[in-house]
């Protein structure tokens, strides 16, 4: 299950469908995973917060992933497996920037939050390489150009 909860109305006035977005990235993320993942579309401020709370970098960021721990399964019950949150102001910017839409740029973001849930990380080049694969994988079975081309040129 996806939950969405939209907490700055900027998501929703830029993009009415947002939650429909997010859904189909996180879906298509997680593939034939079994699990839970929050997801939470706020704003620089809330971003920046947790970003200085948890990671020690006061300064808003596209998406962060909170891993949930590892507890036992209940029976029948699909596991947590965290929460992701999102900052409206730094990922519309980073669309503009790039020239992408918003849709494709927060469909990126929503999969590269997941994959962190699921133990993906890019600390080192090649965990980079493998995960960015990873994601041009995911997100061109839902239609989203690769994110990374414009950087290749």
């Not at 879906?27 to 020690?56: H, S």
């Not at 929503?110 to 995911?138: C, F, K, N, S, Y």
């Amino acid at each position: 299950m996806i939950e969405i909860e939209v907490e700055a109305d900027d998501w929703s006035a830029a993009l009415p469908e947002v939650e429909a977005v997010v859904e189909r990235a996180a879906t298509a993320a997680l593939g034939t995973v079994q699990g839970d993942v929050v997801v939470l579309l706020t704003d620089n401020e809330t971003v920046r917060d947790l970003n200085a709370r948890f990671r020690d970098k006061d300064k808003p960021t596209n998406v962060l992933s909170f891993p949930a721990p590892e507890l036992p399964e209940l029976l029948g019950a699909a596991p947590h497996l965290g929460d992701i949150v999102l900052a409206y102001g730094v990922c519309a910017d980073e669309a503009v920037a790039q020239k992408k839409t918003l849709p494709d740029h927060l469909s990126h973001r929503v999969v590269h939050g997941v994959l962190h849930l699921l133990g993906r990380d890019h600390e080192d080049e090649a965990e980079a390489e493998e995960m960015e694969a990873e994601e041009r994988e995911i997100l061109a079975g839902i239609g989203v150009a690769d994110p990374y081309a414009a950087e290749q040129d």
